[in-house]
């Protein structure tokens, strides 16, 4: 084979390697941008995915709380912080807390009138000639406290205290 028998052999080689190479090197290319639009639309999804477990806590948190307020006449007043749940009543939200807060709530409930709470946490009626009563922003309602809703911000307070009735 002569010299340049060699050298044309040589340089398609060469051109053969080249071309070789540059399917691989269009190849790898291909492979890291499917992988990278792969993981980009992961992140993608994953963004969304904490955006809304951010909008859930946001929303949780700025859900509106009701006072909650015990008073139990000596002194003695337990404040707490609920969320009402939709159709949440006085009573109802007592009776949540008992639980919670492990407490007892005796009651009575009468067909036509509703529930009347007859002793919180061991204090009965009528001992030292006192009662359980509840206000709701301050007022009295002429209603049990089971039929009574409640809503945000309201200010519930039940108070042991000598009736005015």
Known sequence: MSFYQYLIKRQLSSKLVVFILG???????CLVSQKY??????????TETEAALVERITEGAAQEKIVYIINFGDGNVKSYRVVPDKDSTV?????????????????????????LVESIDGIRNGTDNKYWQYWVNGDLPMVAADKKEVKANDKIEWKFAPSDF
Request: proline residues 2%; negative net charge; hydrophobic residues 50%.
């Open 23 to 29: 399917i691989l090197m269009v190849g790898v290319i």
């Open 37 to 46: 639009l792969s993981l980009k639309e992961e992140v993608n999804n994953l």
């Open 91 to 115: 009573f109802s939200l007592l009776d949540r807390l008992a639980k919670e807060e492990n407490f007892p709530v005796n009651s009575t409930f009468y067909k036509d009138m509703g529930v």
